[in-house]
């Protein structure tokens, strides 16, 4: 089961890095993703878009800094519009 896990801002970031190792732990079936694990070089916004096309949950690190950032928004919206 792929897991996006959305961050914005230092507080929100440690929060998303803790709960991909807890959840790589926790479930093995489970592949977790932030935006830090994408490769240096890569297109992040292609990288990100197809993460968020193909992951089936969202969890999103929100913070009372981050309610209205943008890319929380962004991601909120596009994972929402998942099928299943």
Sequence with gaps: MKIFISWSGNDSKAIAEFLKKWIEQIIQAAE??????????????SE?????????VGI???????LNSPWILFEAGAISKTED
């Excluded at 977790?32 to 070089?41: A, R, T």
């Design 32 to 45: 977790p993703w932030i935006s830090v694990d994408i490769e240096k070089g890569k297109k992040w916004n």
């Design 48 to 56: 990100i878009s197809e993460k968020l096309e193909n992951s089936k």
């Design 60 to 66: 999103f690190c929100v913070t009372k800094e981050n």
